[in-house]
């Protein structure tokens, strides 16, 4: 099971996260240029805002999908 993302992670697209109730956090400088869907997932637990500062300085530039 994934339990955590590499730091400077950038993927081009979405990133789907769909079922990984392991993963509670999202590294710092994480880019996302599509969206973020993490439905079943350990981060669902988050708002949007929450999820936005956890990768910061990275950015997620779609939206957030619960």
Request: glycine residues 12%; proline residues 8%; aromatic residues 10%.
């Amino acid at each position: 099971p994934i339990q955590y993302l590499p730091k400077g992670l950038k993927i081009g697209g979405e990133l789907n996260l769909y079922n990984t109730p392991y993963l509670k956090l999202l590294p710092k400088g994480l880019e996302v240029y599509g969206n973020l869907a993490i439905n079943k997932s350990g981060l669902a637990k988050f708002s949007d805002e929450e999820l936005r500062e956890m990768v910061y300085p990275g950015n997620i530039k779609g939206i957030i999908r619960i």
